[in-house]
């Protein structure tokens, strides 16, 4: 395989890993977003309950029934806390998937810098193929017109 080829390959690798790093991060961000939405929800729920809970025992419930509105509302804040917890590891999951990618992005980015540099060295080396053939012939063509 020629230096060219084999640097054409090492490109294609590098767009195929950030591409499929791309999709993951895609898919990371849409979970985060999820995942802030359902905590978003979950504080709603709790502000409402809180308040419901706050009427009840001010119009005077039943003490049992207060016990089991503070047993739930701690169950729903200890929800919420779970939920605030996963948010925080999917945002550390989603930064180290945004570093690889960047990396993977860069290298290809090398790679193609790469073969824009041997494409035109290649071309120079054309382009001086070419000026040597013309400087040969018109060498021959100026010995042919002195030689009669």
Excluded: P
Aim: charged share 30%; net charge positive.
């Amino acid at each position: 395989m020629s230096r060219e080829q084999t640097v054409r390959y090492l490109q294609d690798m590098a767009g195929m890993r950030e591409q499929d790093l791309r999709r993951s991060l895609l898919a990371q961000q849409q979970l985060l977003a999820q995942l802030q939405e359902k905590y978003a929800l979950l504080q709603e729920y709790l502000r409402q309950y809180r308040q419901e809970s706050a009427a009840r025992e001010s119009s005077g419930i039943a003490g049992a029934d207060v016990l089991r509105w503070r047993g739930f509302l701690q169950q729903l804040a200890a929800v919420l806390q779970q939920q605030g917890q996963l948010i925080r590891e999917q945002e550390q999951r989603l930064q180290i998937l945004q570093e690889q990618w960047r990396n993977a992005k860069a290298r290809e980015q090398g790679f193609t810098r790469l073969l824009q540099r041997l494409d035109s060295e290649k071309q120079l080396a054309e382009l001086k193929k070419m000026q040597k053939e013309m400087d040969a012939w018109a060498s021959r063509a100026v010995q042919m017109r002195t030689s009669f």
